[in-house]
């Protein structure tokens, strides 16, 4: 069941994450003291929508508030595996590919894998539940447009037995964790009104 929410939750969310993500480098973000969350709309012009956007993440997924949208489809991701370096953004750690690892089609638009990284705790709520981290697969076509797939991690004893549902250890979410700057730690920014913007649901099974 983890898994397939995991899928349905990366379709849910395509858009509107990214642009966010690499305009933060250089800047002096914070998601705690005075330059949390509530003041990154006044830290640069391009920022203005934090504040004032309408269509800003992360939000709460409520089941009972989605619509099952039949025109969804899976997916279709081509990895392969590629040489990396562990980057510590200072407000997150993530990936950054030398090449890329491979791309995504959604509706015949090719958008290439450039980098993952991970929010600790997740920013992304479901149910109003928040889960212990969350990885951000940002990926780019070339008009510059972005879609991230986002997945959520529960916490608990890595367990081979249970590889494929997406989990965390304390330790992990330590290592991960502790190089962040001081106003970086727990780098979730809090939930987003939905303002009338619908969640689809894609599930495999129906
Ligand atoms: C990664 O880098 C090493 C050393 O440069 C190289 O031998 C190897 O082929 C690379 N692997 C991939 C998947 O590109
Ligand atoms: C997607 O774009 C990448 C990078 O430009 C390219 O290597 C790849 O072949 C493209 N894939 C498809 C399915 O068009
Ligand atoms: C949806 O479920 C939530 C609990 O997750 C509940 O509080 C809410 O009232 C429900 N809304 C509707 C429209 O059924």
Redesign the pocket.
């Known amino acids: 069941m983890a898994l397939q929410l995991f899928i349905i939750f990366a379709l849910s969310l395509l858009l509107g994450i990214a642009s966010a993500i690499d305009v933060f480098r250089g800047m002096e973000i914070g998601y705690s003291g005075h330059n949390g969350p509530g003041k990154w709309g006044k830290l640069n012009p391009t920022f203005s929508p934090c504040s004032t956007g309408k269509r800003q993440s992360p939000i709460n997924i409520q089941r009972n508030l989605t619509v099952h949208n039949k025109l969804l489809k899976p997916l279709t991701r081509n990895y392969e595996s590629a040489n990396a370096t562990l980057v510590n953004r200072g407000y997150s750690v993530g990936v950054r590919f030398e090449e ?1 690892p491979g ?1 995504l ?1 959604i509706n015949g638009k ?1 958008y ?1 894998l450039q980098q993952f990284h991970w929010h600790l705790p997740a920013e992304h709520h479901i149910e109003g539940q928040r889960f212990a981290a969350e990885l951000h697969m940002v990926h780019r076509a070339a008009d510059n447009s972005a879609v991230v797939v986002s997945m959520l991690y529960h916490e608990s004893k890595a367990d081979p037995l249970f590889s494929m549902v997406m989990s965390i250890s304390k330790e992990q979410i330590t290592t991960l964790d502790s190089p962040l700057n001081s106003h970086c730690k727990k780098n979730a920014r809090p939930c987003q009104p939905l303002n009338g913007r619908e969640v689809d649901m894609y599930d495999e099974l129906k």
């Open positions: 890329s791309d089609l090719n290439t």
